[in-house]
């Protein structure tokens, strides 16, 4: 049970953690702000019906 709620209150906080990682990376120029990036994100994944796919590290 308290992995559960563990779990719930990471799974809340992502979007906060999205929102204020994007705002550091906007000053950021474009190799910095990339290779950032490429510590989070494995691959991402566009489909023909314009469906975007992201795996995370």
Request: zero cysteines; hydrophobic letters at 40%; a positive charge.
């Amino acid at each position: 049970m308290e992995q559960r709620r563990d779990r719930e209150a990471r799974a809340k906080s992502v979007p906060v953690k999205v929102k204020s990682f994007l705002e550091d990376i906007k000053g950021m120029d474009i190799t910095h702000a990339k290779a950032l990036l490429q510590t989070i994100v494995k691959s991402v994944y566009i489909w023909r019906d314009g469906q975007i796919e992201v795996e995370f590290r």
